[in-house]
């Protein structure tokens, strides 16, 4: 199946910090990327989804000045928290779907965790 | 919006037993239902999935039913052994969007 990393796999940080987490497609174009949200033991949760090349689509209560989206070339997305605080705290885990395939693969995901 | 309500949201069935969980969705469009596996701090892996122009699909010990006029699926899982022991997400793609809307996950134990 096709490949989809993500670093880092795991990030500390400060409270009031910004991260950035990257999302690449290794062996195929990458048309939409999705990113998700995990908390310990539930499901994952759609944060956002985006296309090469225009705006992502965020979903109802999440903040897009929080989480930068930006999806500049058809095997990398990027996820930027800004002003990242403890409730940030999470699981985020990219997936992408290239051209017409119906299957979405995952990354690895990122453990984020804000002091 | 697609709902789906998966069920049971935990499991525990001895080794060389069937395991089933299904799910049910709420938008008719929909018509692209993936299985995913989750083990413990990884990745959600695609197990298997079935488009909506097919009733059932089968792959080793793996099986997945589709009843579109009731709206449900469900993921069979035959003579499980110990690494089939983990989270299992159903999610399902209505027509009309992009996105997958994932159920709430079922967490298999397979007791040697």
Known sequence: GAVVSQHPSWVICKSGTSVKIECRSLDFQATTMFWYRQFPKQSLMLMATSNEGSKATYEQGVEKDKFLINHASLTLSTLTVTSAHPEDSSFYICSARGGKSETQYFGPGTRLLVL | ?112
């Open chain 2, 1 to 112: 919006g697609e709902n789906v309500e998966q069920h049971p949201s935990t499991l525990s069935v001895q080794e060389g037993d069937s395991a089933v969980i299904k799910c049910t969705y709420s938008d008719s469009a929909s018509n692209y239902f993936p299985w995913y596996k989750q083990e413990l701090g990884k990745r959600p892996q695609l197990i298997i999935d079935i488009r909506s122009n097919v009733g059932e699909k089968k792959d080793q010990r793996i099986a997945v039913t589709l009843n579109k006029t009731a709206k449900h699926f469900s993921l069979h899982i035959t003579e499980t052994q110990p690494e089939d022991s983990a989270v299992y997400f159903c999610a399902a793609r209505g027509a009309a969007g992009n996105k997958l809307t994932f159920g709430g996950g079922t967490r298999v134990l397979v007791k040697p």
